[in-house]
């Protein structure tokens, strides 16, 4: 066996997951099995209810499946401690959902910091990367700035710092546009491109919108609780 063998970042096999109990059960996920290689940029399409941000939620250990298996970074995310999956969440994965959830009386830049005075990490070499990260997103000059002084879009960016501060491998992101205006969400999807292509972050996004898929390098569709295409 080749210990220099890297995992991938994403691997899914077999995944079932449904809703209710006896007669109100509702499969939503019916045997979902893919990888994701490091440096791919995937979007996952469908119509409501196919299963899409769900199939997200476990793969960030945000749910946990009925059966099959889900490892991110070649770890066992059903296998992991509630505290386990919360390091994961702040180290090797960020989240990036369609409300920013910011913390209103915090700053810019203290936003960003968030997961590394958490993680108890702060240090000049978070601080130096702070400033790098806001550069990237175009906010430095706004880094003193409250969100409630800030655009959605940049409110947004901020958010995709945040989730960038721990340098992970993968970022997920669930209609990571949904609650911007079309000009706000080209935007974002070039700065998901960027961070793609320049950091070399895996990224994996649930959208409803074609045009939003397409900045990905593959689109896995789902419909009625399977992979309809993609694979």
Known sequence: MNNNIVPMPVHVDNVCKGFGRGENFCPVLKGISFDVSAGEFVSIMGPSGCGKS???????????????????????????????????????VGFIFQFYNLVPNLSVEENVLLPAI???????????????????VGLYDKRKALPTELSGGQQQRVAIARALMMQPQVLLADEPTGNLDRRAGEGIMHL??????????TILQVTHSEENAAYGSRIITLNDGLIAQGL
Do not use: W
């Not at 939620?57 to 889900?70: A, K, M, N, R």
């Not at 958490?118 to 990237?136: C, F, H, P, S, W």
């Open 54 to 92: 769900t199939l997200l939620y476990l793969i960030g250990g945000l749910d946990t499946p009925d059966s099959g298996l889900i490892e991110v970074c070649g770890h066992n995310v059903a296998g992991m401690s509630d505290n386990e999956k919360s390091v994961m969440r702040r180290r090797s």
């Open 118 to 136: 958490m993680d108890g990490r702060i240090n000049a070499q978070k601080r130096a990367y702070l400033t790098e990260l806001l550069n990237v």
């Open 192 to 201: 998901f491109q960027q961070v793609n292509k320049e950091m070399n972050v």
